[in-house]
């Protein structure tokens, strides 16, 4: 039996910040928190019935494509998100159930 889910869909954002001259890039560099207050942003005047959490997190190991974002439970990884991008996120694959498979990270 399943159990109920917290939320209908779960949000991570990647912000880890590299120290400077590190050898690989890093989300929180690009932008990673001002992802995280837009998502919140989109979310809430969306006002959506239905448990929605959007929050920051540690690196997914796929910086060089990044900014990542993942969505749950349909682990939908997103690449290179950028803040004009949160809405198209919100409505299309929050809202309305089908991801964006433009900014949809695939492995090569
Ligand atoms: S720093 Fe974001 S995926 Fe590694």
């Given amino acids: 039996m399943n159990e109920p889910r917290i939320y209908d869909k779960h949000i991570f954002i990647c912000t880890n910040q590299r120290p400077e001259n590190a050898p690989r890039p890093s989300c929180g ?14 979310i809430k005047d969306k006002a959506l019935e ?22 749950y439970p349909e682990a939908v990884f997103y690449k290179n998100v950028q803040i004009e991008d949160v809405q198209e996120i919100v409505d299309e694959h929050i809202a309305g159930g089908k991801p964006v498979e433009r900014l949809r990270y695939k492995k090569s």
Avoid: N, W
């Fill in 29 to 42: 560099e690009a932008h990673g928190i001002e992802l995280v207050i837009a998502f919140k942003k989109a």
């Fill in 50 to 71: 239905m448990p929605i959490r959007a929050q920051k997190t540690g690196c997914f190991d796929l910086c060089e494509s990044g900014p990542m974002v993942v969505v």
